[in-house]
């Protein structure tokens, strides 16, 4: 039985990406890791808000699309067996 509540997690936080962003080495060292999930924390919610259903959509048409290109036929059901 497909497990629906499964997460498959779309992203994460690294401190490199402050340095991408311009926060200087001073900034990132005095962020704890409890900081860090805040950002992330943030960041999901703002992402939620955003773009996220019209970028999910998207991209599982484009898997859709590919399984049925590879199957030559109807999008193919996954039933988590293997």
């Known amino acids: ?11 994460s936080v690294y401190r490199y990406d402050l ?5 200087t080495n001073e900034q990132i060292d005095s962020l704890s890791d409890f900081n860090m ?4 924390q943030k ?7 955003g773009e996220f259903w019209k970028r ?3 991209a ?3 898997v859709l ?4 290109s590879s199957h030559g036929k109807e999008p193919m ?3 988590g067996n293997t």
């Open 56 to 58: 999910l959509e998207a």
């Open 43 to 49: 960041m999901q919610v703002m992402h939620l808000q």
């Open 60 to 62: 599982a048409g484009e």
């Open 1 to 11: 039985m497909t497990d629906w509540a499964k997460p498959f997690p779309v992203g």
């Open 37 to 40: 999930l805040q950002i992330a």
């Open 65 to 68: 699309l590919e399984k049925e």
């Open 19 to 23: 340095q991408r962003i311009g926060l």
């Open 77 to 79: 059901r996954e039933t």
